[in-house]
């Protein structure tokens, strides 16, 4: 079934570990985003990608960084974890920037 | 600041009848609009979109209304059916030209129960 998966469904991490949250489509959609979704807060933007090997921060983009080395994958990186990143972060596709996101169903990410 | 907002974190309405969900905006670039509908444990699920040129689109049971002078949108759901029972999220872009454009500016989402 064509989607966007995301791996792990949840983790709880250590502070200071570092954390790799995958995130494959196979839509062949261009556009990529994390959000992470705290509660009350709604979805925020961390990080976007338009297409394959470009990358842009969004609204709160410190502490995380994201690649984009080809079109199915972007994998967004904590480099060394803090407890304020404790969230849900959802992987969202798209065709293009003006197309609806179409998104995963998120990781759960306990930092500790 | 808030650029979307939804003041009503929740919603209760009776299977059958109308559900009203709104969304007010405070940045006038915005003129894209969609509304996202999400169920515990799952990623929010595109819904229904409008863009700036319209003030109405409509899908089967759902219907957005858009009224730019009051910076306000609203989703319509008629009838109201249990499986509607989810959190709505209201979401706007910009779709002016340049890096990052098109990012999306989302509600903090309001809570629908359809009551059997």
């Known amino acids: 079934i064509a989607g966007i998966t995301q791996a792990p469904t949840s983790q709880i991490l250590a502070a200071g570990r570092r954390m790799t949250l995958r995130c494959t489509q196979d839509?062949?959609?261009?556009?990529m985003y994390w959000y992470r979704q705290d509660l009350g807060l709604g979805l925020r933007l961390i990080h976007y990608?338009?297409?394959?090997?470009?990358?842009g921060k969004g609204e709160v983009p410190d502490g995380y960084s994201v690649s984009r080395a080809n079109t199915d994958d972007f994998p967004l990186t904590l480099a060394s974890a803090v407890p304020s990143q404790t969230s849900v972060y959802f992987c969202?596709?798209?065709?293009?920037?003006?197309?609806?996101?179409?998104f995963g169903d998120g990781t759960r990410l306990s930092i500790l | 600041d808030q650029q979307v907002k939804q003041n009503s974190p929740s919603l209760s309405v009776q299977e059958g009848r109308i559900s009203i969900l709104n969304c007010d905006y405070t940045?006038?670039?915005?003129?894209?609009f969609l509304w996202y509908k999400k169920y515990p444990a799952e990623g929010p699920t595109f819904l229904i979109s409008?863009?700036?040129?319209?003030d109405k689109n409509e899908d089967g049971r759902f219907t957005v209304f858009l009224n730019k002078s009051a910076k306000h949108l609203s989703l319509h759901i008629v009838p109201s059916q249990p499986g509607d029972s989810a959190v709505y999220f209201c979401?706007?872009?910009?779709?002016?030209?340049?890096?990052?454009?098109?990012?999306?500016?989302f509600g903090k989402g309001t809570k629908l129960s359809v009551i059997p």
């Open positions: 969202a596709s798209s065709t293009s920037e003006d197309q609806p996101q179409h």
């Open positions: 839509m062949r959609h261009n556009a």
């Open positions: 990608s338009n297409t394959a090997g470009t990358t």
């Open positions: 940045n006038s670039m915005f003129d894209y």
């Open positions: 409008i863009s700036s040129i319209k």
């Open positions: 979401a706007a872009s910009a779709s002016y030209s340049g890096a990052g454009s098109y990012q999306l500016t």
